[in-house]
């Protein structure tokens, strides 16, 4: 433990990435070192949880839409990427005297690339350049590749068993698993986080997925990475970006399993033979030459077909030289599979510190030079200061956690905010600031969430709210909702009613039946009224933020002829998320409603006073809450 906490500070302190310390640290207290502590027992199995973890983790993190965004390019460039290295590492492997598949092996190893240097990138501010976008969504091609090569490899290490229909059986069989895995835990996690929502509880079941797939995967003849890779990205697609559980998830890899997996490959490796002997010093010296030539390689011939510049074709060739999160596993499996010896394995930990050292300086030092793609940009600045009011103990659990998505979005801060008429009874039961923000903590268990809770006595719950947004500088009221109105009069009960009239800043109220991370869909109803003066920047902002944070697919309900203008719109957006807008009848609007998926959240929009809100809604909201038994919110903004 000491060694993974001081370790990556001490290499940070020099400005080399943290994996470099974890794995000079194993190197100095393993066997081949100071030998304080044995390759076997605890440390071992630590270090295979470490392993899925770390696979896990890649496909928790891995940005589909920005794949799918600069798909074509992506591809090409990740074939290139992926092929160069590939046929360079095969032919030095049987040159080094390895049979075929662990020769192959060996290509798959330095044909992946991770990223090491993205923390520098989203530094510098080009995440969203064109050749930046297309180096990531890279990334995702050949780990999905080399994982698929290690895959058959591992069913027949000494390839006694390989022919091309047993490839091509094999393929077939990490087709229907992935496909299986890929279908089967998105549903079950929507099912299963609509009925439990302790963030211990989800936890368990992220884990009880990792480790459920890795096992499958070994029984079908694959490795137990491949598994755990596809069970992340398969998590991934059911959950938030930025939620709570898999902040959890990630924490608990990041600063425990995933160092000792890297610290345990330290300890494998003997630094003396890496230097002295000579076949380990032959095997560093040809992998790394072989990762920095055809990775350059791979850019240089993306970028003259792309027309990329200089700086953008060295930024995209240091982005991709660094090995690390597949060649470590890759190269430990092929050791213990018997197609390695430990010399190559001592060889290829050179490479990934050469190249770990290498590709952020060379980055920064190209990247600087780089500007963001021009994109039309959707304002998110309604999300920096969500003030929440919360009253129902039932709701306000997922009102919460529904402002804390849509905060984390910009970093935003949440506002949990605590009313009491000074005229009642209960206020003498104002806690302290500290209990008030202990007993929240107990549900929104997010360590990197920014949470000001606030309390106030005031003459009204309505006038407590309004003047707490005032003097907290507020960007937007987030407010829970029975579906019902209390009153005659009014549409959603006299508190809500005041503070949705009266506030100038865009208020939501929400009748909130499903937790945030069983969302499947947000649908945006536009009435022909609405349309005409409600259709604003403003409107879709707040909605496609919805779908966007929610991780979910974004369906909008309009009619003729609203709907190629919002299609239009959309279009002009460029907005990472997938929508569709399906067309209907006015007479048809409530009937379509009725027919939604009870795990969808509903949403209509609005602008300016009560009277408009009257004429152009009517009972719409109450209308749509009977008909439809979901989660529903309508969104006003002055």
């Not at 609007?589 to 809604?617: C, D, K, P, W, Y």
Request: charged fraction near 15%; charge should be positive.
């Amino acid at each position: 433990m000491a060694v993974i906490l001081i370790t990556p500070l001490l290499s940070e302190r020099v400005h080399l990435p943290g994996i470099v310390g974890l794995i000079i640290g194993g190197m100095l207290i393993g066997p081949f070192g100071f030998n304080l502590l044995n390759l076997g027992g605890v440390i071992e199995i630590l270090a295979t949880v470490g392993l899925l973890y770390l696979m896990f983790t890649a496909g928790l993190e891995v940005d589909t839409h920005l794949f799918q965004k600069t798909r074509s390019k992506t591809i090409v460039f990740g074939l290139l990427t992926y092929a160069l290295p590939q046929i360079f590492g095969t032919l030095f492997g049987h040159w080094l005297g390895l049979n075929w598949m662990g020769a192959v092996l060996l290509g798959s190893a330095i044909a992946s690339h991770t990223l090491l240097a993205l923390p520098v990138v989203t530094q510098l501010g080009i995440m969203r350049n064109e050749a930046v976008s297309i180096a990531v969504g890279a990334t995702v091609l050949t780990d999905i590749t080399a994982f698929l090569v290690l895959a058959i490899v591992a069913g027949s290490p000494d390839g006694s068993q390989i022919s091309s229909l047993v490839i091509l059986k094999q393929i077939g069989f990490i087709l229907v698993y992935a496909a299986l895995i890929l279908f089967l835990v998105p549903r079950a996690g929507k099912f299963f986080f609509k009925r439990f929502t302790t963030r211990a509880v989800e936890f368990q079941f992220m884990l009880v997925v990792l480790l459920i797939a890795s096992f499958t995967a070994e029984l079908i003849g694959m490795h137990a990475v491949v598994g755990s890779f596809l069970a992340g990205l398969a998590i991934n697609s059911s959950l938030p970006p930025h939620s709570a559980v898999k902040s959890q998830v990630t924490f608990m890899g990041e600063s425990f399993f995933i160092p000792i997996f890297l610290m345990y490959s330290g300890m494998l490796t003997d630094p003396r033979a890496a230097i002295l002997d000579s076949r380990s010093l032959i095997a560093g010296i040809g992998l790394t030459i072989g990762a920095y030539l055809t990775k350059f390689l791979a850019a240089w011939i993306a970028g003259k077909y792309f027309h990329f510049s200089r700086e953008q074709v060295l930024t995209i060739w240091g982005l991709t030289q660094s090995q690390a999160a597949v060649t470590i596993p890759t190269m430990l499996i092929g050791v213990q599979l018997g197609l390695f010896p430990q010399s190559l394995f001592n060889g290829a930990i050179t490479m990934i510190l050469i190249t770990s050292l290498t590709s952020p300086m060379i980055v920064q030092r190209f990247g600087k030079h780089l500007q963001p793609t021009k994109q039309v940009s959707i304002n998110k600045n309604w999300f920096d200061r969500i003030l929440v009011p919360i009253a129902n103990p039932a709701t306000q659990e997922i009102l919460l956690n529904l402002a804390l998505v849509l905060a984390r979005s910009v970093n935003g801060i949440l506002m949990p905010l605590s009313v009491i008429r000074d005229n009642s009874n209960k206020a003498k039961e104002l806690v302290s600031e500290h209990q008030f923000t202990e007993n929240l903590r107990s549900f929104i268990m997010d360590p990197k969430a920014n949470i000001q809770p606030k309390q106030r006595i005031d003459s009204s719950i309505s006038n407590g709210i309004l003047r707490t947004a005032l003097e907290k500088k507020a960007s937007m009221i987030l407010m829970g909702w029975t579906g019902k109105s209390s009153y005659h009069a009014n549409i959603f009960g006299n508190d809500i009613d005041q503070v949705f009239w009266r506030a100038e800043i865009p208020v939501i109220v929400v009748r909130a039946n499903h937790p945030v991370n069983a969302f499947e869909k947000v649908a945006w109803v536009i009435t022909s009224k609405s349309a005409v003066t409600d259709l604003t920047d403003v409107s879709i902002s707040i909605i496609s933020t919805f779908a966007q944070e929610l991780n979910v697919p974004l369906e909008i309900i309009a009619q003729e002829p609203f709907n190629t203008k919002l299609e239009e719109s959309l279009a002009h957006l460029k907005l990472d998320l997938d929508w569709t807008i399906k067309t209907v009848s006015a007479q048809n609007i409530r009937r379509e409603v009725s027919n939604l998926a009870h795990t969808t959240l509903l949403l209509t929009t609005t602008r300016g006073s009560r009277q408009h809100f009257q004429s152009v809604m009517g009972k719409e909201p109450e209308q749509f809450a009977a008909a439809f038994s979901g989660s529903i919110g309508i969104i006003r903004h002055p």
